[in-house]
T-cell receptor
Framework: EAQVTQNPRYLITVTGKKLTVTCSQN?????MSWYRQDPGLGLRQIYY???????DKGDVPEGYKVSRKEKRNFPLILESPSPNQTSLYFC???????????FGPGTRLTVT | GQQLNQSPQSMFIQEGEDVSMNCTSS?????WLWYKQDPGEGPVLLIA?????ELTSNGRLTAQFGITRKDSFLNISASIPSDVGIYFC????????????FGKGTKLSVIP
């Protein structure tokens, strides 16, 4: 089944403790992206990747890092999480030349 | 910056009624996407529109890409309880840019 998977689905952590949220897609998509969703602010893009080793900042990149070493994986790294990064995070992917993005199930992160 | 307005913000309808929602923008877009999101889940792509004036159906859903390329609407006919959720428009300028601009969403409630 074609899908985008994220792990973990739920995470509660403390301020400053480094964490990684994994994202993987099995559709051989070139484009991958991370979003956060907050009440009243909608979906905002954090980082995106056009292909392996090619990443760029989205609208709200501060406090986040990403890497794209393999085509299928696009992990989101929070080196020193803070409470304002408490949010619902989504990974998405798209095939080159097509603009439809397919979303993962989401990761609900709480930073205390 | 570009402004994207989605309306209505929320609507309560009786099962069996038709629904209409729309998005308008201050900018021109070359692709309009419509997504549905269930609570705590990732957005699911409903319809993709690639051409100004295009009218596309997906079951009980119909969407149109406005001729000015600044707007789009989504209609749902004969609503059923599982139509409940938040609907988002997500246009993009295309032409190699995969960045989506998300509307704030229309929250649909269906009364059985």
């Amino acid at each position: 089944e074609a899908q985008v998977t994220q792990n973990p689905r739920y995470l509660i952590t403390v301020t400053g403790k480094k964490l990684t949220v994994t994202c993987s897609q099995n559709m051989n998509h070139e484009y991958m992206s991370w979003y956060r969703q907050d009440p009243g602010l909608g979906l905002r893009q954090i980082y995106y990747s056009m292909n392996v080793e090619v990443t760029d900042k989205g609208d709200v990149p501060e406090g986040y890092k990403v890497s794209r070493k393999e085509k299928r994986n696009f992990p989101l790294i929070l080196e020193s999480p803070s409470p304002n990064q408490t949010s619902l995070y989504f990974c998405a992917s798209s095939s080159q030349g097509r603009y439809e993005q397919y979303f993962g199930p989401g990761t609900r992160l709480t930073v205390t | 910056g570009q402004q994207l307005n989605q309306s209505p913000q929320s609507m309560f309808i009786q099962e069996g009624e038709d629904v209409s929602m729309n998005c308008t923008s201050s900018s021109i877009f070359n692709t309009w996407l419509w997504y549905k999101q269930d609570p705590g889940e990732g957005p699911v792509l409903l319809i993709a529109l690639y051409k100004a004036g295009e009218l596309t159906s997906n079951g009980r859903l119909t969407a149109q890409f406005g001729i000015t390329r600044k707007d789009s609407f989504l209609n749902i006919s004969a609503s059923i309880p599982s139509d409940v959720g938040i609907y988002f428009c997500a246009p993009t300028s295309g032409a190699g840019s995969y960045q989506l601009t998300f509307g704030k969403g229309t929250k649909l409630s269906v009364i059985p």
